[in-house]
T-cell receptor, first 118, second 114 residues
């Protein structure tokens, strides 16, 4: 079946530094990927929709200059948290659509990245 | 805009008992419906989905859900739960036409007690 690999699974960084999270579709081409953020004991909040070869579409209230998304190939999307602060600490999850022409036949999720900013 | 409400934030159940996790949605247009399970510090795994056809949908791990259009509900059920079913469960919707993003409910923490 479709697999999405997300890396790293955990990362601790210092305030002011940047962190890059990768999301790869291993056995399919993902023209669209989604990035979610999840606070403890809360639901997933969509941050942005990433389309290969074009700029990401950010949800209202998400700072695009802080959360940089790059979807340079059909199998890789990256989320870079720039100038990280402790309030950016969260669980970040990516998701990819298996077949864009029938998107609801396959949303595949990565295993998530636990970011802790100290 | 679409929204999803999961009426119970926590549901404690004894092992081998039946369980129902409730989900209601709001949308002015037709949607697809999903249930996902999340184990600690992991991503989401699809339990089942309703796209069209029969309103009773069967999924993995013995779960099933019934789509009720008049009540805008998509409740998840399992006749007999196991300790391993302890997890967070999310109901989600997406548009049939247009934006492909998933909108999630708040989640229900299912705890199975021995």
């Amino acid at each position: 079946g479709a697999v999405v690999s997300q890396h790293p699974s955990r990362v601790i960084c210092k305030s002011g530094t940047s962190v890059k999270i990768e999301c790869r579709s291993l056995d399919f081409q993902a023209t669209t990927m989604f990035w979610y953020r999840q606070f403890p004991k809360q639901s997933l909040m969509l941050m942005a929709t990433s389309n290969e070869g074009s700029k990401a579409t950010y949800e209202q209230g998400v700072e695009k200059d802080k959360f940089l998304i790059n979807h340079a190939s059909l199998t890789l999307s990256t989320l870079t948290v720039t100038s990280a602060h402790p309030e950016d600490s969260s669980f970040y999850i990516c998701s990819a659509i298996l077949r864009p022409q029938k998107p609801n036949h396959g949303y595949t999720f990565g295993s998530g990245t636990r970011l802790t900013v100290v | 805009a679409q929204s999803v409400t999961q009426l119970d934030s926590q549901v404690p159940v004894f092992e081998e008992a039946p369980v129902e996790l409730r989900c209601n949605y709001s949308s002015s247009v037709s949607v697809y419906l999903f249930w996902y399970v999340q184990y600690p510090n992991q991503g989401l795994q699809l339990l089942l989905k309703y796209l069209s056809g029969s309103t009773l949908v069967k999924g993995i791990n013995g779960f099933e859900a019934e789509f009720n259009k008049s009540q805008t509900s998509f409740h998840l059920r399992k006749p007999s739960v196991h300790i391993s079913d302890t997890a967070e469960y999310f109901c989600a919707v997406s548009l049939i036409q247009g934006a492909q993003k998933l909108v999630f409910g708040q989640g229900t923490r299912l705890t199975i007690n021995p």
